[in-house]
């Protein structure tokens, strides 16, 4: 429970993170802290490592070096419970990983009912309202088949949401969406963020970045190259990467 | 090796050369089926009556002992069209029983089983038209004679250009592998200049004489006069040579109780006629019996055939079951984190993926009881086999099945904070499964079929209940049609059950 050399308030501590698949160095000794609250938007081309430290977040990768600490618990300790700890951090993937074999509730009831958390009865209770915050209550027991992409993935925040947790982790959450259905399920993270959720978002969608995040980090070959405000990032880059990517993108 | 070598059938080297032209003389004109009980009659030797002593019988009294004995060696052995196992070795066998008091559970095994599980200790006796030769005695222990043998030639019944072993000239002939035939046959090859071909059983070997493929068969006068009585196609063209003698045999210095039995028992038959009646049975004037119909076949056969499908489809259920629950543990530890238990698995798996089912058989049937000590009975050796087996391709469908679940499924469910195990359970297993189900049901209908191969190890499934049925009436080509028809039908209805079951549960 003993958040080391974080910085003191910090939900989250990164500090030279290092990771390698094989002998390919992804990530080249990450150093962040992001507070209580905050929403930290991640941009940056392809292979630049976003997906990558998200993915250290909670530990879905194996962190090679360095330490990430999450509500005080440091990940690299080979004696932390990884589950308890991922039950603090929702997670939204690209390409959705709803449970095709499961209704719409199920996916959202499976963790707080087989986590006993809550009965049956209560996790059906409070995946409807989730659902109602999503707004796709009437689809409660469809099959995630018959749903659209963008119903799809506000199904999954629900989901993710289910456990109640203090952070939101998004990874290229609108990527795989028809242009059509990007606006609503950025409006359920937009949601979000006005709610006060802690958030990194991975993204390429550059208004929305610009527009509800407090912090944007732009990284590049596996370093963060720079980061501030949107304003700061969006209106006077100082690196010449960075005033190149966004060159390409806006 | 010197032991499996020994193990080879009757009598190999009981003739030589030399042996062969004494036969020939003093066997002329003796051997028509006809005079054939009288002549045996005369040939058993009459020593054992004097050793009667009804204070051995009683060592043996009451217990009960298992012989092994060939599949199918008319008139010796084999199974009438009920399924039962008759013949001369098994009526003189039981009425011997009967007269001694003790009891026998027969196992129809093959003749080099018969052997190799008398010398496994599977079995405590062997009676299988055995003739006893003195590299046998060296492991085993035989009673008194009961029956002379001897090689005689057929041919095809419409075949008159082969009259004599001259007439072989650069022509095939059929031997049964092993055989007193085989044995002959090799030692005048030379000299008339003809082609040996051993085949495995009497049934075959005719077959082949009647496909034109050889010219003519050597085979054990009683087994030829009946095969010929029967319809199979051959006629007899040679005179009897002279043979060895047929004896009951037991582990050397082993069950001696028995064997006195055996010798006692064998001596009061023969006092009392009955053994006469028991070899008149099968061999004095055989008439030559009708041919039936095909309907009749199928009638007459349907109890043993049934018998037979009931084996088989139980073998498959309990194999099927085991190979289930191997499948899904060795699969997981094909999938697993763990470097060393991936390596187990796969070493399981390429063992049995790698080496013949026929060769697993044959070792777990013969080979382990051997290293253990511990007999194994032939149903428990054929399902640890097909279970092993199946066992090891189920777990590569258990592992594709895994593998093919979007690896995103298990990252969701982790990040939700559920377990390994959790997830698994609940969301990739269950996906696994409906992409498995396919792939199941394929792996089923070969351990069905695959249960066939265990006739070999003696196992009274369908196809050895097939081979048993033509093995006495010669009809080939009509039992395997209804053995075949038997597998199809069964294959097709449960594979449509299947089928129709994996379209409800996994839509």
Redesign the interface.
């Known amino acids: 429970m003993t958040a080391t050399p974080a910085a003191a308030g910090a939900k989250i501590s990164v500090r030279n993170l290092k990771k390698s698949f094989g002998s390919n160095e992804v990530l080249k000794g990450l150093e962040v802290d992001i507070a209580e609250g905050e929403v930290v938007c991640v941009i940056g081309p392809s292979g630049s490592g976003k997906s990558t430290f998200l993915r250290c977040l909670n530990k879905l990768e194996d962190i090679t070096g360095g330490t990430v600490t999450v509500d005080g618990y440091d990940l690299t300790d080979p004696k932390v419970d990884l589950n308890a700890v991922r039950q603090h951090i929702g997670m939204v993937f690209q390409h959705f990983n709803l449970f095709p074999h499961m209704s719409v509730i199920q996916n959202i009831m499976l963790a707080p009912v087989e986590l006993k958390k809550l009965d049956r009865a209560g996790a059906r209770a409070k995946g409807m309202e989730l659902l109602k915050r999503v707004g796709l209550s009437e689809k409660a027991d469809a099959r995630p088949a018959s749903l659209s992409g963008g119903q799809k993935q506000r199904v999954a925040i629900a989901r993710a949401l289910a456990m109640n947790p203090g952070i939101m982790l998004f990874d290229e959450a609108t990527s795989a969406l028809d242009p059509e259905m990007v606006g609503e399920v950025l409006q359920v993270i937009r949601d979000l963020a006005a709610e006060g959720m802690t958030m990194v978002v991975v993204t390429h969608e550059m208004g929305f970045a610009r527009e509800v995040a407090d912090r944007v980090i732009f990284m590049d070959a596996g370093v963060i190259c720079e980061e501030g405000t949107p304003e700061a990032i969006f209106g006077n880059a100082q690196q010449p990467r960075l005033q190149d990517f966004l060159a390409k993108v806006l | 090796m010197n032991i499996y070598r020994l193990a080879t059938r009757r009598g190999r080297a009981a003739l030589g050369a030399t042996l062969t032209v004494m036969a020939l003389l003093l066997g002329a004109g003796s051997a028509s089926a006809a005079v054939m009980p009288a002549a045996l009659h005369q040939g058993l030797a009459p020593a054992a009556v004097g050793a009667v002593a009804p204070a051995a019988a009683s060592d043996a009294k009451g217990k009960t002992f298992a012989i092994a004995t060939d599949t199918t060696f008319a008139p010796f052995e084999f199974r009438n069209g009920s399924g039962d196992l008759v013949g001369i070795d098994m009526d003189l066998l039981r009425a011997i029983a009967d007269n001694q008091g003790f009891k026998v559970d027969i196992k129809s095994l093959g003749f080099d089983a018969a052997l190799q599980a008398l010398q496994s200790n599977q079995v405590q006796g062997v009676i299988a038209g055995m003739s006893i030769t003195d590299k046998r005695k060296l492991i085993f222990d035989f009673s008194n004679p009961y029956f002379d043998s001897g090689v005689q030639m057929a041919v095809a019944k419409s075949n008159d250009a082969i009259k004599t072993y001259a007439d072989l000239k650069g022509k095939t002939v059929a031997v049964k592998r092993g055989s007193e035939g085989e044995t002959f046959a090799n030692s005048i090859k030379d000299k008339y200049g003809f082609t040996v071909k051993a085949l495995a059983d009497s049934a075959t070997m005719y077959d082949d004489v009647k496909a034109g493929n050889s010219v003519a068969v050597f085979d054990d006068y009683p087994v030829l006069a009946y095969g010929v009585s029967q319809n199979n196609g051959l006629k007899i063209v040679t005179p009897k040579e002279q043979g060895s003698s047929y004896g009951f045999a037991v582990n050397k210095g082993q069950n001696a109780d028995l064997l006195a039995a055996f010798d006692a028992g064998l001596a009061n038959l023969k006092a009392s006629g009955q053994y006469q009646k028991i070899l008149d049975k099968y061999l004095a004037a055989p008439e030559t019996a009708k041919q039936t119909s095909f309907f009749e076949l199928l009638a007459n056969s349907f109890p043993a055939l049934m018998k037979g499908l009931g084996m088989t489809l139980l073998a498959t259920a309990l194999s099927l079951i085991i190979a289930l629950v191997l499948g899904i543990v060795f699969g997981f530890l094909k999938v697993s984190e763990s470097r060393v238990l991936r390596i187990i698995a796969s070493i399981y798996v390429e063992i049995f993926r790698g080496t013949p089912l026929l060769v697993q058989a044959f070792f777990f049937y013969f080979g382990l009881p051997q290293l253990t000590g511990r007999p194994l009975d032939v149903l428990t050796a054929g399902v640890i086999t097909l279970s092993l087996n199946a066992g090891a391709y189920m777990t590569e469908i258990v592992r594709g099945g895994i593998q093919s679940v979007?690896p995103?499924?298990l990252?969701?469910?982790?990040?939700?904070?559920?377990?390994y195990v959790?997830s698994m359970r609940?969301?990739v297993v269950?996906?696994a499964v409906?992409i498995m189900t396919p792939s199941f049901i394929n792996q089923f209908v070969i351990t069905l079929k695959d249960t066939s191969l265990l006739a070999v190890i003696g196992f009274a499934e369908l196809t050895y209940q097939g081979q048993q049925i033509y093995a006495s009436n010669f009809r080939t080509g009509e039992t395997l049609l209804i053995v075949a028809a038997l597998y199809f039908i069964v294959i097709f209805i449960l594979t449509q059950l299947s089928n129709a079951l994996d379209r409800k549960f996994n839509k």
Not at chain 2, 411 to 419: K, M, N, V
């Open positions: 979007d995103g499924q990252e969701a469910s982790r990040s939700l904070g559920l377990g959790t609940r969301v269950p996906q409906k």
